[in-house]
């Protein structure tokens, strides 16, 4: 859990799936940091394909 008050300098960061560079923590994703996985709606939208199970022949 995040504690109640976080100043700038020390925000939690994570690195984007589809970019992968680093992003901080904001305020609007307070109530599920814990799921973000990227650092904004464009790379949400481009994000890689799931990979494909190989079909059994």
Not at 15 to 21: F, P, V
Not at 33 to 52: D, M, S
């Amino acid at each position: 859990m995040l504690p109640q008050k976080l100043r700038k300098g020390q925000l939690p960061t994570k690195i984007c799936a589809t970019c992968g560079r680093p992003f901080e923590y904001r305020k609007k994703w307070r109530a599920n940091w814990a799921e973000v996985k990227y650092c904004g709606e464009k790379c949400q939208r481009n994000r890689p394909a799931a990979p494909v199970p190989p079909a059994t022949s």
